[in-house]
């Protein structure tokens, strides 16, 4: 069984830090690569970051800005997203995702796997 379970969203001012944790089990330990994406009420969802099991990591420019940091454990099977200087347009629900053919893609029709997704709500 598949499954990605995220965590550590929350509330939080602009300005501070959140860290996004995406635990994999099942079939989701051996993916080719690991990736984050968020979905404010509204928009479509957008990519953010992803990652190879290397620790090859690729960002969406416009919407990290050098803010966001991607880091795994595979010892853990975990996933982190490091969120750093947050902004009010930061807020949506951010998914933690898993690809089993494609190693470092911003696309969500690449990834075969999601998990249910943590709301994070930055405040101005």
């Known amino acids: 069984q598949a499954q990605l379970v995220e965590s550590g969203g929350g509330l939080v001012q602009a300005g501070g830090s959140l860290r996004l944790s995406c635990a994999a089990s099942?079939?989701?330990?051996?993916?080719?690569?690991m990736g984050w994406f968020r979905q404010a009420p509204g928009k479509e969802r957008e990519f953010v970051a992803a990652?190879?099991?290397?620790?090859?990591?690729?960002y969406n420019p416009d919407s990290v800005e050098g803010r966001f940091t991607i880091s795994r454990d595979n010892a853990k099977n975990t996933v982190y997203l490091q969120m750093n200087s947050l902004k009010p347009e930061d807020t949506a629900v951010y998914y933690c995702?898993?690809?089993?053919?494609?190693?470092?893609?911003?696309?969500?029709?690449?990834?075969?796997?999601w998990g249910q997704g943590t709301q994070v709500t930055v405040s101005s």
């Open positions: 099942g079939r989701t330990g051996s993916a080719a690569a």
């Open positions: 990652i190879r099991r290397s620790g090859s990591a690729l």
């Open positions: 995702a898993a690809s089993m053919n494609y190693y470092n893609t911003f696309r969500p029709g690449d990834y075969d796997y």
